[in-house]
């Protein structure tokens, strides 16, 4: 029941070190700018980095390759292996290191005498808060005075200028008590971050319905401590959403207070069906010197049953991760004509949780409709599902 990895994921912001111009063979450039715009040769998107990996979204699309900067050179090495050198173009930022970007930081010496721990404050008042619907899920909260939400890629996001911390919240449309106690159990151990219950779960108070709260605790990827507080409230329709409130020790009680306000106030309706969808539908992409490909299908039988194959992101993934769960099962949505999340339930009893958009540009539709962009990767609809 926890989100804590992809979480921190969205948290993560452009390395310093590659804001700027960068130029390579045959006038190649690379612009990267502090807020995450990007443009590759002629391609404009948006990046983001993570220990040494470079993201490059366009269109929907996200491509990624590592990369390395040694004094003023940057190398970005293609998943084929392939690599390029691009030169900077001026003067590097100020917040730039030398050496090998990309690279863990050597540890700092240990001080002569450990400074004590600090003490978490307790949490400010806040004034009224501000309401907020998410109708693909038919839950309404109240978002906590001074913070601010959207939503991104399925995940429902809050953050505030003056208290540090991450509230995220995310459906599990077909969760069952069993699986929101064995999540928590499990923890989460994703891309160097780990963390563990540190308290028991137990009943917590919810306007909408039986939820169940609890405490994780842990480390990011650098070893820096990291505090969770999860609760997740049921619908009486099925399904949770779950909310997750990510911070540092010395600010947890304040962020614990803010997602337990969260997710006392939600309340729920019955949400919409989705009946659109049913298709197949298929991802591919060629390298632009046409040496590798990558292609993933899916189709979302009109009878409730799907199959897959190739390779299908999950949620703010980068379509890289191959799910091995089977090749098919059941599926289900919920949301409007437009997004919502679609589960899909595994022959082995696993199930995965995806978040979809329908794409309104003409340049995505086919003969059989609109593409769909399902788990962060736009498919192509090629057929009606009627299998």
């Known amino acids: ?10 948290v993560a912001a452009v390395d310093p070190a590659l804001v700027g111009q960068w130029s390579g063979p045959g006038g190649i450039g690379l612009t990267v700018q502090k807020g995450g715009a990007c443009r590759f040769d002629v391609d404009a998107g948006s990046c983001r980095t993570e220990h040494g990996t470079l993201f490059f979204t366009v269109d929907g699309e996200t491509e990624q390759v590592r990369y390395s900067i040694v004094a003023g050179a940057l190398t970005i090495v293609d998943v084929d292996g392939s690599s390029l050198v691009l030169h900077r ?4 930022p100020p917040a730039a290191a030398t050496g090998v970007v990309g690279a863990p930081a050597p540890a700092p010496a240990p001080p002569t005498a450990a400074p004590p721990k600090p003490v978490a ?12 619907t998410q109708k693909g899920w038919g839950a309404s909260f109240t978002i906590p005075g001074g913070w601010k939400a959207g939503e991104k890629d399925g995940l429902v996001l809050a ?3 003056t208290e540090a911390g991450l509230i995220v919240v995310r459906f599990y449309p077909a ?36 939820a169940l709260a609890g405490d994780l605790a842990g480390a990011d990827a650098q070893g820096n401590e990291l505090s969770v507080r999860t ?29 337990d306000a969260l997710a006392a106030s939600a309340s729920f309706t019955r949400p919409p ?14 390298s632009k010197d046409g040496q590798y490909s990558r292609e993933a299908r899916i189709t979302l039988c009109q009878s409730g049953a799907f199959r897959r194959s190739g390779e299908m992101a999950g949620s703010g993934d980068s379509g890289s991760a191959v799910v091995d769960h089977g090749s098919g099962g059941r599926w289900s949505a919920v949301g409007d004509a437009q997004s919502g999340t679609i589960t899909l339930t595994y022959g ?16 995505d539709r086919s003969a059989y409709g609109p593409g769909v962009t399902i788990g962060g990767t736009l498919y192509q609809k090629t057929g009606p599902g009627g299998c």
Do not use: I
């Open 1 to 10: 029941m926890v989100t804590c990895s992809l979480a921190l994921l969205l």
């Open 89 to 92: 173009v001026g003067s590097a």
């Open 121 to 132: 404050a307790a949490p400010k008042a806040v004034g009224k808060g501000t309401p907020f």
């Open 159 to 161: 953050g505030s200028d």
């Open 175 to 210: 969760a069952t008590r069993a699986d929101l106690e064995q999540g928590f159990q499990q923890g989460f151990h994703d891309n160097g971050m780990n963390a563990q219950p540190s308290t028991a779960l137990s009943p917590f108070s919810a306007k909408g319905g039986q």
């Open 231 to 259: 609760v997740a409230v049921m619908t009486p329709f099925g399904g949770a959403p779950v909310v997750a409130g990510l911070t540092t020790p010395p600010q947890f009680a304040t962020v614990k207070a803010r997602a």
């Open 273 to 286: 069906k989705v009946s659109t969808l049913a298709g197949d539908y298929q991802w591919f992409y060629l």
């Open 348 to 363: 082995s009893g696993a199930s995965e949780a995806l978040p979809f958009s329908v794409s309104t540009r003409p340049a």
